[in-house]
C-alpha cells in the first residue's frame, strides 16, 4: 500500500540542489560550504543538509561542533530546530553522523520523517543545498531524485570523469533524470575545465538522452588547503583569492537559475510525497 501525505503546494518553493559526485575526493563538500556561504554573502537564505549520513564531515569542514545530527532526528529523539546549527553567514546546516552505518540506507520511514520535518522550513529557505555522498548507493540516488537540480561534480583525473558519466547513466536510466549540470573542480584554468566538460557531454549525448549544462569551472588554488585546515570557508579566510571568486560567480549563477519543471517523482518542498506500507 502507498501512503500519500499533501501538505498543500507552495507558490514558491525553496530551490533544492543536489550537489553529487561519482567519486570521492574531488572536493565536493569544499563546493557545498563555499557556495553556501557565498549565497548567503547574497541575502539569500540557505540551508545546508550533509546527507552523507554515515560520512559526514561538512561540520567539520567549517569548525562547527554540533551536539546532535541527523540521526537523533530520525530516530525521533530530537526535533529539527534542536538539530539545525547555524553556520557561518548564518547559513543553517542539518548535519549528518559520522560513522554510524545504519543510516547508510534510509528506510521509507525515514525518508517520510525527514520530507515531513524539513517541509516546516520551505517558508523561510531560499536554497537548499544537499551534500550527497560520492558513488551510486541507494542514499546517493535518492537525495539526487529528490531534488530540482544535480550538479555534478567532477575533477580531471580519469577516474573521476568515469564515474560522473556513471553517476548520471544510473541515475537517467533507472530513475528517469533528464537534466544535469557539471562543475568541474580544481582545474589549471578554464581551458582544461572545458575539456574536461566537453569530454562528459559527448560520451552523454552519444549514450544517454540527457541535458547538460556546463556551470564553469573552480580553479586549483594554493590557498584551498589553508582555509581547510583553518576550518573556514575560503570565502571568508581569502575572499581574495582565485578559487573564493569562482565560488561567489558560481553563487551569482545558482541564484540565477530558472526554475525547473517539477519532477515526476518524490522532491523537497513540492508538498506531496509518498511512503511504501
Known sequence: MVRTVDCGVKRNPPNVIAITSGKGGVGK???????????AMMD????????????????????LTPRF??????????????VVIRGPKGIRILPAASGINELTSLGPAEKLSLFTQIEGFGD????????????ISQNVLFFNIAARETIVVASPEPTSIVDAYALMKVLHLKHGEKRF???INSVRNSKEGLEVYKHISRVALRYLSVSMDYLGFI????????????????VELFPDSRAA??????AGVVRELPPSEPKDNVQ??????????
Open 29 to 39: 563538500t569544499n563546493v557545498v560550504a563555499n557556495l553556501a556561504v557565498s549565497l
Open 44 to 63: 539569500m537564505k540557505v540551508l545546508v543538509l550533509d546527507a552523507d549520513l554515515g560520512l559526514g564531515n561538512l561540520d567539520v569542514l567549517l569548525g
Open 69 to 82: 545530527n541527523l540521526g537523533h532526528l530520525l530516530r525521533g529523539e530530537r526535533t529539527l530546530d534542536e
Open 124 to 135: 523561510d529557505v531560499d536554497i537548499m543545498l544537499i551534500d550527497t555522498a560520492a558513488g
Open 181 to 183: 549540470r557539471l562543475l
Open 219 to 234: 580553479p586549483f588554488d594554493e590557498f584551498l588547503p589553508k582555509a581547510v585546515r583553518g576550518q573556514m570557508a575560503l
Open 245 to 250: 571568486k569562482a565560488f561567489r560567480d558560481l
Open 268 to 277: 523537497f518542498f513540492l508538498g506531496r510525497f509518498t511512503q511504501a506500507g
